[in-house]
């Protein structure tokens, strides 16, 4: 009886305001479906990047170095555990004659971490070179810039040819810092090996044959990971004084040089 009675005030309730009523259902959908939204936009938004990452071979670990990879530092990544690729190249940071912004720019990656056009193409020669995606609409292609403080860049002036995205940079509103210009990076550029005058690479991408099976936002590929970092890292550290011996001795020669020359 009681249940009668409660069912009954319920629709006379309904029927007196239905306005309220239908707020309420509509709230109630609403907020339903942004529970459903916000359940299936996590696992959507990581597909989307492990599809991207995949259709880029993008490296599970990069290796930079102010003093280069010497044949010893090549010989030490290549000797790690499960290694599948490495593929070595150049960057520097310069900043943009006639403007604050300031670039990375790489060598070409080659089969790692590779680049995808979004207009225009890569540069094929020594003096041609692609832009981030971002800095498309403040340079143009055909349009010539010049790169200013690039130390170990054998060319100033480069044609744009492109705009590219990258994997490594996912964040279009921060790509880091830098000792050049502003101190901030507004972006990246990628020109060929030939385009930089350094004796030795500076940068390392490498890939390992077991990370395939593994979710690239899982725990256990981070703590796989970060193991091989440390392992590596210590590995490397053993040729840092030699490293240091011998570039200070390259700067000793160069100041007597440079005395006898005065």
Excluded: C
Aim: hydrophobic share 35%.
């Amino acid at each position: 009886m009681s249940k009668k009675m409660l069912y009954k005030d319920a629709w006379q309730s309904i029927g007196r305001s239905p306005g309220r009523f239908i707020v309420l259902v509509l709230l109630m959908l609403l907020g339903t479906f942004s529970f459903v939204g916000l359940k299936i936009t996590g696992p959507d938004m990581r597909q989307t990047g492990l599809n991207y990452f995949n259709q880029t071979h993008l490296a599970d670990m990069t290796v930079t170095s102010a003093y280069g990879l010497n044949q010893a530092d090549q010989k030490t990544i290549a000797d790690q555990a499960q290694v599948k690729t490495v593929n070595y190249g150049y960057f520097t940071d310069a900043k943009i004659k006639g403007s604050t912004n300031s670039i990375r720019v790489f060598s070409n990656s080659g089969s790692l971490s590779q680049y995808k056009v979004v207009a225009g193409r890569l540069a094929k020669t020594n003096t041609e070179i692609a832009l981030n995606n971002t800095l498309k609409g403040t340079y143009h292609l055909g349009e010539t810039i010049t790169l200013q403080d690039g130390t170990g860049l054998a060319k100033t002036k480069f044609k744009v040819v492109g705009f590219v995205k990258s994997a490594e940079f996912i964040n279009h509103n921060d790509f880091g810092q830098t000792s050049v210009g502003t101190g901030q990076l507004s972006g990246f550029g990628v020109t060929t090996k030939r385009a930089f005058s350094l004796t030795e690479y500076n940068l390392a991408r490498i890939s390992y044959r077991d990370t395939a099976k593994f979710n690239a936002y899982s725990n256990a590929y981070t703590k796989l990971m970060n193991k091989r970092q440390a392992t590596l890292l210590k590995d490397l550290n053993q040729h840092r004084a030699a490293k240091y011996q011998a570039a200070k001795a390259n700067l000793s020669t160069a100041k007597a040089q440079v005395s006898q020359l005065s």
